[in-house]
C-alpha cells in the first residue's frame, strides 16, 4: 500500500486518485457496458470515496463529454453530438426518444449563450487521441511505486488548495501554477494530460462543472497533477511551508 505524506498531511477526505493510461486491464474493475450512457466524474468520486478501481476503453467511457475527458479524441464529432445545442439553448427531442431523455434537454444547459458560443468553446478544447487501450482509476494508496501513475486527481478544500498552489511554486519560483479552465468535470484529466512532459508543468484546478457539482461535498474542488509534479511536491514537504506556524494555524481547522 502506497502512504502518501501529502494526503497524511492534508487530510484530505476524498482519497486521491490515481490515473493510468495503459494497455493492461485490471481485474475485477468498474466499467460502464458497452454502448450504455455513464458518467466518468461519478466514477471518479467512487474511486476517491469508496476505494474502487473503474476502467474505461473507446466503446466503454459512458458519454461523449467522458470520452474526450479521458483523452479518446473528440467524441463529440465522432458521435454526431449536438454539444454546442445541449450546453446551451437546447435542442428539440424527437418524440420517440422522450422517455429517456431528460426533460432539461430541450432547455439546454445554459451554459453558453447560443450554439454558436458553444462551438468557439469546442475549438479551444485540445482533443487527444491516447495511444493506450484503457484509462484506469485506481485509489493513490493501492498504487504501486515502481509502476507509477501518470495523473493525481486530489480532491481538496479551501485550505488544502491553499497549500497545494503554494507548494506547486516551490522548486520552480513560478507565480503562475495553476489554471481553472471550462469544461466537464471529468476533462481536467484532458487538460492535465498536455502538461505531462512540460518542463514547468501547471496544475488543473476542477469539478467546477454544476452539471455534476452534486457528486463531492460542496466546499470541495479538485487539483489534477502530472504524476512528477505530484511527486515533487511529496518530497518538498519536510522543508515547506507546511512545517510553519503559518500552517499550523490553519492545520487540521
Keep these: 500500500m ?10 484530505f477526505s476524498l482519497e486521491p486518485v490515481a490515473i493510468f493510461f495503459t494497455d493492461e486491464k485490471p481485474i475485477d474493475a468498474l466499467q460502464f457496458a458497452e454502448g450504455k450512457r455513464g458518467c466518468v466524474a461519478s466514477m471518479l ?35 454526431n453530438h449536438p454539444t454546442e445545442h445541449i450546453l446551451s439553448t437546447g435542442i428539440k427531442v424527437p418524440a420517440e426518444h422522450e422517455k429517456n431523455t431528460p426533460i432539461d434537454l430541450e432547455r439546454g444547459e445554459r451554459f453558453f449563450a447560443n450554439p454558436e458560443v458553444a462551438k468557439k468553446w469546442i475549438k479551444t478544447l485540445p482533443f487527444t487521441e491516447t495511444s493506450k487501450k484503457y484509462v484506469v ?15 493525481i486527481i486530489i480532491f481538496a478544500n479551501p485550505d488544502q488548495i491553499s497549500a497545494l498552489i ?34 514547468n508543468p501547471k496544475a488543473i484546478l476542477g469539478f467546477f462543472d454544476i452539471a455534476q457539482r452534486h457528486s463531492v461535498p460542496k466546499d470541495i474542488l479538485t487539483f489534477t497533477v502530472p504524476y512528477k509534479m505530484f511527486s515533487e511536491i511529496e518530497k518538498s514537504i519536510p522543508e515547506s511551508c507546511l512545517t510553519t506556524h503559518s500552517w499550523e494555524k490553519i492545520r487540521g481547522r
Design 45 to 79: 468520486v467512487a474511486s476517491a470515496s469508496r476505494g474502487k478501481t473503474a476502467v474505461f476503453d473507446e466503446n466503454t467511457y459512458g458519454c461523449p463529454g467522458g470520452g474526450v475527458g479521458l483523452c479518446f479524441g473528440n467524441t463529440f464529432a465522432k458521435r
Design 2 to 11: 502506497y502512504k502518501s505524506k501529502l494526503a497524511e498531511e492534508l487530510k
Design 137 to 151: 482509476f485506481k485509489p493513490l494508496n493501492e498504487i504501486d511505486e515502481n509502476n507509477p501513475p501518470d495523473i
Design 166 to 199: 503554494t507548494m506547486s511554486g516551490y522548486n520552480n519560483g513560478l507565480s503562475l501554477n495553476a489554471i481553472a479552465p471550462f469544461g466537464a468535470a471529468c476533462h481536467s484529466i484532458l487538460f492535465t494530460y498536455q502538461e505531462i512532459d512540460r518542463e
